[in-house]
């Protein structure tokens, strides 16, 4: 079993649409959580990051942690075409494996005009 | 500021022949990272250095892989011989911070290695 499960999609939605992105984890052990946008041929660019669990917001981002649940959530409002893109969860556990960044898979999400 | 930088962007060899991937961090940061994803996979973490020395090499596959990071700058990663099941993207990253809180990590562009 994957430490970190995320569905690959794809995703497509319209212009303006929300989108939902999930993953879940396996290992309690993690307490940082990150999401990271990777346009094509480029390499993952971070885009939010949280420490435990709770609301984020930037713009038009929030990432949800909700650790009971071992679940973690990005929200995108109002997307864009430009929000096409592969969108990946990685998180790092507590203690010392600093920087150790476990990854799900990434969803490839379309925003058609 | 120059982002972090790799090269080849694409490498194509056959299996059995050797091959180095070269990563040029941001500057002034002492941590650096090696990450590949395999096709259909999830990016997989390789090993991390702390200016030259190796912090953590848990994540490489086999003794097929060595990794090195001469003065604590650039950082090679090769790979001798080369096996079909080593193609992949390569990605590296760095940071400045060394722990986790904080620790935002810069990729690469990565290098695209596909072995015949």
């Known amino acids: 079993q994957k430490e970190v499960e995320q569905d690959p999609g794809p995703l497509s939605v319209p212009e303006g649409a929300i989108v939902s992105l999930n993953c879940t984890y396996s290992n309690s052990a993690f307490q940082y959580f990150m999401w990271y946008r990777q346009y094509s041929r480029k390499g993952p660019e971070l885009l939010m990051y949280?420490?435990?669990?709770g609301n984020k917001e930037d713009g038009r981002f929030t990432a949800q942690v909700d650790k009971s649940s071992k679940y973690i959530s990005l929200f995108i409002r109002d997307s864009q075409p430009s929000d096409s893109a592969t969108y990946l969860c990685?998180?790092?556990?507590?203690?010392?494996?600093?920087?150790?960044?476990?990854f799900g898979q990434g969803t490839i999400l379309t925003v058609h005009p | 500021e120059a982002g972090v930088t790799q090269f080849p962007s694409h490498s194509v060899i056959e299996k059995g022949q050797t091959v180095t991937l070269r990563c040029d961090p941001i500057?002034?940061?002492?941590?650096l990272y090696w990450y590949r994803r395999v096709m259909g996979k999830e990016i997989k973490f390789l090993l991390h250095?702390?200016?030259?020395?190796?912090?953590?090499e848990s994540g490489m596959p086999n003794n097929r892989f060595l990794a090195e990071r001469t003065g604590g700058t650039y950082s090679t990663l090769k790979v001798q011989p080369a096996e079909l099941e080593d193609s992949g993207v390569y990605f590296c990253a760095s940071s400045q911070a060394a722990r986790a809180s904080g620790d935002t990590q810069y990729f690469g562009p990565g290098t695209r290695l596909t072995v015949l």
């Open positions: 990685a998180m790092i556990p507590g203690g010392t494996s600093y920087g150790k960044l476990t």
């Open positions: 949280t420490y435990s669990s």
């Open positions: 250095f702390v200016k030259e020395s190796k912090q953590d």
């Open positions: 500057s002034g940061h002492d941590n």
